[in-house]
C-alpha cells in the first residue's frame, strides 16, 4: 500500500477509550479465491452501511477490511453524529453546482443524521446515545457577533430554532469555560462510535453480508468484465466495487485515488470519571457535545459515565517526536480551557486520520474509466452521519438505481487533484499557521 503518512499515522488505536467499552468482534480473514456481486473495500461506517443495505436487496456483498473491525476513524472519532461534512461554502457550492446546490447540501445535512437514528432504532442498538444536538461556543467577543448572525441562518437552512446564550448564561447551562456566548442546533447527538460501528456490522452479517478482516486489497485489476481484487492471502472476484476507505486510502487502490483526497491526522483524550463536586467546580455539567469556533477547532463533551472526551487537531507528522508534541499540544488546552481539572487523571489517548477533499466536499460517486467502481470518502471530520448515508447512497449507485437517499449534487463532484502530489500534506503547514493567526 502506498500512504501519504509515515506508518505509525496508520498504526494501532493503542490508548483509544472506545476500544475498552465493548468486545472487539471477530471477522474471518479471506483465504484462497472468493467470487461475489460486490466487493466493499473498507469495513467502516461507509462500507458498512453500503454493504447492509445491498444485503438487504439480496445482493452478494463481502465487506473487505484491510485490518480489525472498528481499526480506522469509525473506531477512533470523538462519536459526534451532528450537521457537517463540508469545508465548502455556500457560495463555493452554488458556484460548482447550480443554484440550489447549498440548500440541496444542508437538506441532505439533515438526512444523514436521520440515516443514523434509524439504523439505530431500526436495529435496536445500544449506543450510549446522548445531547439534544450541538453547541458551538465562542471563543472570542468577535465570534459572539458571529454566533448572533448565524441564527437566522440556522432557521433558513435547516427549518429550527437556535438557542443563543450570552456568556453570563453559560454556567447555569452547565457550559462554563472561557467562552463568551454559545449557540445550540438541535439536531443531532453524541454516541459511542465502536457501539454504532459493531451494531453496523451485525446487522449487515443478519441480512447476509459477510465481513472479512485483515484483508488488505494490494491492488484492482479488470479480468474478463469483472474485477480481481488482490489481497496477501486471496483473490476476490466481484462484478462491482466500492472503495469506502476515506482518509486511510492508499495511492494505488485505485490508482485513481492517488492524490485526489488529503488525511489529515486528529487527537484525542479522555479522562476518568469525574463526580458531580468536580464537574460543578468546573461549571461544565452539559451532556451536550460541543465544539468552540476556532478554525482550529476543538470538541468535547461530557459521557454518560461521567468521562470527559476532548479533541483537537492532531500533528503534521507521525514521528515519535510530533507524536509527543501534540500529546503536549492537546492537554496544554484542555488544561487552559478546563482549569478546574489540571489535575484529573487523563487514562486514555489516541490519534487518528480525517479525510480532506479538494472540493472541500465529500465525493460519492462511480470512479472515471472504471465500470462498476464506485467511491464515497471525505467527509471533513464529519463522518458519523455523512459516511452512514454515503454508504446507502453507494448501495443504491452500485445497483443501477436512483438513491432512496437524499443525493445532492456537491456529493457528485469529481475530486482532482491537490498540488504536490504525494508531498501535498505540506499544504498542511501555512494553513495551520494563518488558521492559528486569525484564531485569536
Not at 74 to 80: A, V
Not at 181 to 187: H, R
Amino acid at each position: 500500500m502506498r500512504r501519504v503518512y509515515e506508518p505509525a499515522a496508520y498504526g494501532p488505536q493503542q490508548g483509544c477509550w472506545w476500544a475498552d467499552t465493548i468486545d472487539a468482534p471477530v471477522w474471518d480473514k479471506v483465504l484462497g479465491d472468493l467470487r461475489v456481486d460486490v466487493a466493499v473495500i473498507g469495513g467502516g461506517f461507509t462500507g458498512l452501511s453500503a454493504a447492509l443495505h445491498l444485503a438487504q436487496d439480496g445482493i452478494d456483498v463481502a465487506v473487505l477490511e484491510a485490518e480489525t473491525p472498528g481499526y480506522g476513524a469509525s473506531g477512533r472519532n470523538g462519536g459526534f453524529c451532528c450537521l457537517g461534512g463540508s469545508k465548502a461554502t455556500d457560495r463555493m457550492m452554488i458556484k460548482s453546482a447550480g443554484r440550489d446546490a447549498a440548500k440541496d447540501w444542508h437538506a441532505t445535512e439533515v438526512a444523514a443524521v436521520d440515516t443514523v437514528a434509524g439504523l439505530i432504532d431500526t436495529h435496536s442498538m445500544q449506543v450510549d446515545r446522548h445531547s439534544n444536538g450541538e453547541t458551538l461556543l465562542a471563543h472570542s467577543p468577535r465570534a459572539v457577533a458571529e454566533l448572533r448572525a448565524r441564527v437566522d441562518e440556522v432557521r433558513a437552512d435547516y427549518g429550527v430554532d437556535p438557542e443563543l446564550l450570552d456568556r453570563d448564561a453559560l454556567r447555569e447551562h452547565g457550559l462554563a469555560g472561557p467562552f463568551h456566548g454559545a449557540l445550540t442546533v438541535p439536531i443531532g447527538f453524541a454516541l459511542n462510535p465502536r457501539k454504532y460501528h459493531s451494531g453496523l456490522a451485525r446487522a449487515a452479517q443478519t441480512a447476509g453480508a459477510r465481513l472479512f478482516a485483515r484483508t488488505a486489497v494490494g491492488g484492482i485489476t479488470r479480468t474478463g468484465g469483472a474485477w480481481r481484487l488482490r489481497s496477501h492471502n486471496g483473490t476476490i472476484t466481484a462484478d462491482r466495487v466500492v472503495i469506502a476507505t476515506n482518509g486511510y486510502s492508499s495511492e494505488n487502490v485505485p490508482d485513481w485515488l492517488g492524490g485526489r483526497y488529503l488525511p489529515v491526522q486528529s487527537s484525542v483524550i479522555v479522562t476518568r470519571p469525574l463526580g458531580s463536586d468536580e464537574q460543578a467546580a468546573q461549571g461544565w455539567t452539559s451532556a451536550q457535545m460541543a465544539y468552540d469556533s476556532r478554525m482550529l477547532l476543538h470538541y468535547f463533551r461530557l459521557m454518560p459515565d461521567g468521562r470527559f472526551l476532548f479533541g483537537m487537531r492532531g500533528g503534521l507528522r507521525a514521528t515519535p517526536g510530533a507524536e509527543a508534541a501534540i500529546r503536549r499540544k492537546i492537554r496544554a488546552d484542555f488544561h487552559t480551557m478546563f482549569p478546574a481539572w489540571q489535575d484529573v487523571e487523563i487514562t486514555h489517548d489516541w490519534s487518528g486520520l480525517v479525510c480532506l477533499m479538494p472540493t472541500l466536499v465529500p465525493y460519492v460517486g462511480p470512479v472515471p474509466d472504471m465500470p462498476g467502481v464506485f467511491a464515497g470518502l471525505g467527509y471533513h471530520g464529519n463522518g458519523v452521519a455523512m459516511g452512514s448515508h454515503s454508504g446507502v447512497i453507494l448501495a443504491d449507485l452500485v445497483q443501477g438505481k436512483s438513491s432512496r437517499a437524499r443525493y445532492p449534487g456537491v456529493l457528485r463532484l469529481v475530486p482532482k487533484r491537490f498540488p504536490l502530489g504525494r508531498f501535498r500534506r505540506m499544504l498542511l503547514a501555512p494553513a495551520y499557521t494563518i488558521a492559528g493567526l486569525l484564531d485569536r
